[in-house]
């Protein structure tokens, strides 16, 4: 959810493919059984919403367990990623940090369908909300820019709870289409103040974009996984190299609205703790590029602040350092 929009311009090298899972010969053999497929956003939907609790709590077990041992290119990159943040790890510390990041992100998932079918049952704690207030103070409108780190796609739902302001949701697109098309539905009904667009290379959607800033309505984009091709900023987590999207920066200069980093935390069944960071504001004068890269460093500090916070609801699929 919440990708980075196209950009033009801004001077940073092409970044390679994205953090989400490699794809190999398993993707092309299974369809849409495969990992990435619809079948297994319904089969998980099913469950979330329909199973008793007991059971829904047995299945995640089981299942986190399943893909634990079935995928182990995504079980050794996230033993890797998680060196810088954690230190280095034998082979069972590693493995217990995997399955404990599988079956976060299961439970994660989970919540998301639970709060599409029941809203009523989930719990929201928030902090840092005077923050909020000052970044959209007036009417103003503002760039809420998170990552793929907890709840990661429930942050959008802060944007409407202040008088009613449309949510501009830019999503990346699902690798089965079927599955994307599963994903937009869900999204329709959280309401109508809820706008999803999914990211492309149409210049368009940076002017519809734009034209919604503009008139004081929020735009939320994932800051920490560029897409395939678009430009990025060089910039560092953990001392390691993290080239970021430089889309969220480009926007917020071309609109003079300041970028929001906002995280949700899973604390426990059904409850979520957003936290919303102090606004960076891109400055409008002076050099461009330095006024994007700057930005963007910070934008990588609040998320190694936030992988700190919750290292095991870092949901990072391919591995980022190699070697």
Known sequence: MLEAVPEAGASAAR?????GPALGITHRLFGRFHVTGVFWYRFH??????????????????????FFLVLGRIRSAIISNLEPVEGRAGVWAGWRRAYRT??????????RYRRSA??????????GEEH????????????????????????AQLGATEGRRRVHVVREEEIDPRAQAFIR??????????????????MRLTLVLREALDRGEIV????????????????TIFGKPMPLPAGPAVLARL??????????FREGPLTTRTVVRPPVHVATTGDRDEAIAEATRRVAAEIEWAIRERPYQWFCFRELWPG
Do not use: K
């Open 255 to 264: 609109a003079d609205v300041p970028l929001v980093p906002v995280f949700n």
């Open 15 to 19: 970044t390679g493919p994205a953090h």
């Open 185 to 202: 539905e869900l999204v329709t009904r959280v309401g109508e103040d809820y706008v999803t667009h999914f990211a492309s290379d149409d």
């Open 220 to 235: 939320a984009l994932q800051g920490d996984r560029p897409r395939m091709g678009s430009r990025t900023v060089p910039a």
């Open 45 to 66: 939907y099913f469950g979330a919403t329909a199973l008793p609790w007991w059971a829904m709590r047995l299945g995640l077990v089981l299942f986190t367990t399943f």
């Open 102 to 111: 599988l079956h976060a992100f299961a439970w994660c998932q989970t919540d």
């Open 132 to 155: 909020w207030r000052a970044a959209t103070a007036g009417g103003r409108g503002a760039i809420l820019v998170t990552a793929h780190i907890g709840a990661w796609e429930l942050g």
């Open 118 to 127: 029941l809203p009523e049952q989930m719990h929201f704690t928030l902090e």
